[in-house]
């Protein structure tokens, strides 16, 4: 059972390890992401931030998509993570039981609006949000569990 699909560029770390994995009750944590599974050194850093008795695995967005379709993940209370708004569009497109997406961060770079504390979104980002909305998909920005629910489409 999907619990929640977050997109935050830190993908696993303490606020998102603890507090979120606690709120949902989730037993194992997928961070869909291209770049991560790349990166050895990235992934052993990642595993130092995974709560104990959590599961953890780490896959391409591709790879993501092939699990969650197959019913393998089926067993398991899903926190599902990714780095950027196009990875989560993809995930949603492909996997029906995603519904809703949670924007936890997305740092401030050049070409971005920053929207709120800890988002910040480019033209492509935008538009993405605007066709998911327009799908059905729900968005929220939340960092932590007990943030009120921000509507993003109301701060672009």
Known sequence: MIKLLRVDHRLLHGQVAFSWTK???ADCILIANDEVVQDELRMTAIRMSKPNGVKLVMKSVDASIKALTSGVTDKYKLFIICGNIADAAALVRNVP????INLG???NEPGKKQISKAIS???Q?????????EQGVELEIRMVPGDPKQDPLQLI
């Not at 980002?125 to 909305?133: A, F, G, R, S, Y």
């Open 105 to 107: 961060g997305l740092k």
């Open 121 to 123: 979104v480019d033209e």
């Open 97 to 100: 039981a995603l519904t809703s």
């Open 125 to 133: 980002d935008v538009q993405l949000l605007k066709e998911l909305h």
């Open 23 to 25: 709120q949902l009750g």
